[in-house]
């Protein structure tokens, strides 16, 4: 995923950025409940929905792995922020024909320089059901990997 970025966080400010692997998936999950009458007649009630995010991490440092483990043993809220860079945004709707860029939203810019625009934000939790990043990457002891299982709340 070229010109996205990953960051995980209690806030913007102390987010850690993550580089997930091509295993990446992001789906959005219902609360319902279905209700069908002795006529046939099918009643639907929405509760809810949620994201359910997964994906491998590779070549964590071990401080950030730390702390990623010390979120999932505490059960913290954290926020997932999924950013895209300028360049990428502006090919984005170009390919798409969907909404307008203006010169004076981008001006800012110096060509050749990038800025990350967040476009989506989710309130996870860890819920792997054991420590997400606990093995080590071969040969090295100071970097690790796991996978990691997020979901809205």
Do not use: C
Request: charged content about 25%; hydrophobic content about 35%; proline content about 3%.
């Amino acid at each position: 995923m070229s010109g996205v970025t990953f960051k995980l966080g209690i806030s913007s400010v102390d987010a850690i950025t993550i580089r997930p692997e091509y295993d990446y998936s992001s789906i959005k999950k219902r609360i319902e409940s279905k209700h069908r009458t002795r006529s046939g007649r099918m009643f639907k009630y929405r509760w809810s929905n949620y994201a359910k995010i997964g994906f491998t991490l590779d070549y964590i440092a071990g401080g950030n792995a730390s702390v990623i483990n010390s979120w999932w043993n505490s059960d913290t809220e954290l926020l997932f922020f999924k950013e895209t860079t300028v360049a990428e945004e502006e090919t984005l709707l170009a390919e798409t024909g969907s909404g307008m860029v203006f010169e004076d939203e981008v001006d800012f810019l110096i060509e050749g320089e990038t800025s990350l625009i967040p476009t989506e934000v989710f309130s996870v939790m860890i819920v792997n059901e054991a420590e997400p990043l606990k093995q080590h990457v071969k040969p090295y002891d100071f970097y690790f990997t796991g996978k990691i299982l997020l979901e809205g709340y």
